[in-house]
């Protein structure tokens, strides 16, 4: 993949703030500042959070009722209103036939919520996602480096983590004030 547009790196220190990140980016996808869709990816070892990221951004989203992990239906697909989402794992992923004869391409939309665990496992039949977020272990808690490849995906990266330009700078008191 290119370079993404822009990325930043978070500490999350337990289950809690990965959930608080994914109902950040809950009203983003779902169209509440902007057209509704995008596609996220989502990198990172096994037990990394990924599920449990996507789990807590459905339910965000306004999904009731069990949100089960794909990892042995490949897919599991939502709706809330008119917005589909629809939940990919490709851990167990090893044919493109498979891809390819289930239709799932045509699920692709820019205007559903597309969230893919295991991405690298369909390397070269996916688009780039608009926002790849990777999970990485880091003592107790985990480090999530969030990346931009489309303006889509930047929009949203910037509503998380402002871009240091746009940063308020620190008010500094004169010298000699009091
Ligand atoms: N920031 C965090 N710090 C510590 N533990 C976390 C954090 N976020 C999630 N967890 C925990 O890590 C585990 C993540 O499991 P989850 O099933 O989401 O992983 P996964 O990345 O989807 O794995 P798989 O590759 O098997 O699908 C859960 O037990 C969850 O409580
Ligand atoms: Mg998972």
């Known amino acids: 993949m290119s370079a993404p547009l822009r990325s930043a790196t978070l500490h999350l220190p337990d289950e809690t703030a990965t959930e608080d990140l ?66 990919f794992d490709f851990y167990r992923f090893s044919d493109s036939r498979e891809w390819l004869d289930a239709g799932f391409r045509d699920l692709l939309r820019d205007d559903a919520v597309v969230l893919i665990e295991w991405p690298e496992r369909a390397e070269g039949l996916l688009p780039p996602p608009d926002l790849l977020i990777s ?22 990266l910037n509503a998380i983590v402002p871009p240091p330009l746009a940063a308020p700078s620190p008010r500094k008191a004169p010298p000699g004030a009091a």
Not at 60 to 86: M, Q
Not at 135 to 156: E, F, I, M, V
Request: proline share 5%.
């Open 22 to 87: 994914a109902r950040r980016l809950a009203p983003l996808v779902s169209g509440q500042h902007g057209p509704a869709g995008g596609h996220i990816h989502l990198r990172g070892d096994l037990g990394a959070g990924k599920t449990a990221f996507t789990r807590a951004l459905l339910r965000a989203c306004g999904i009731a009722g069990r949100i089960k992990s794909p990892s042995y239906a490949l897919l599991e697909s939502y709706k809330v209103s008119n917005l589909y989402f629809y939940h």
């Open 135 to 156: 999970l990485a272990y880091a003592g107790q808690g985990r480090d999530a480096t969030l990346s931009a490849y489309t303006p889509r995906g930047q929009t949203w």
